[in-house]
């Protein structure tokens, strides 16, 4: 086993982000990915008019690769924002609206993984009622998953780089994943496990897969210090993912570093050809 024998998927919100996001397919598909990933490409509007909808389509269709992964709505990201189905108000609201829209657009090239982050912690506002209404939400996207044949993934993140966001650790979000099967009855919600984030957040790595590989639904990767490319940090990477395969996930790992001071193609010259 090895890099060699994964599915690795890039992810075009934080590689090849040096291109307009139309033309980011084809170089994926260029560097010889046939997959990708995508975090909600228009931060300010949970609902675009059908027009960018169906050009992001055209240009992944064009591009002859397979949308494996979508993030829902998450508010400003990158920027200061992690998730907005906690958020009591207008951003909970425009989450609502975004369900049925990323639902319908992942349906539409066939992608089965729906990412629901969190959101950060509002001061003032009690814990307890944001956890109630992150439920909420997080039940009407596991539905929305549902009718779309997809799974919905429940993201840990990491406290040094997400300060406020109360997912940072397998455990909390494991739990919420639990919460929702719980609650829908579905059984589609699952673990997005980063190794980035839960390395960042000081977690036993190996003990991770260990416990929670059987409801992880999609894997991503990043070295660390410095979220590059693999063989740029410490990680033993590859020996996490053969891990991780023994444990039976045999899914995507979705390629979510940051490229460093090279143009993205560039980037992947650790992967064996
Ligand atoms: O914000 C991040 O780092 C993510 O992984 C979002 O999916």
Known sequence: MGFADQ?????????????????RPAAAAAAGFTAVELWWPWVDSPTPDQSELDALRKAVEDAGVQLTGLNFYAGRLPGPDRGALSIPGEESERFRANIDVAAGFAASLGCTALNALYGNRVQGVDPAEQDALALENLVLAARAADRIGAILLIEALNQPESPAYPLVSAPAAVGVVDKVNDTTGLGNARFLMDLYHLSMNGEDLPQAIERYAARTGHVQIADNPGRGAPGTGSLPLEDLLDQLNKA????WVGLEYKPGDRPSAEAFDWLPR
Not at 9 to 20: D, W
């Open 248 to 251: 039976g996930y045999d899914g």
């Open 7 to 23: 599915r690795f998927n890039v992810n075009l919100s934080i590689l090849f982000t040096e291109l307009p996001l139309l033309e």
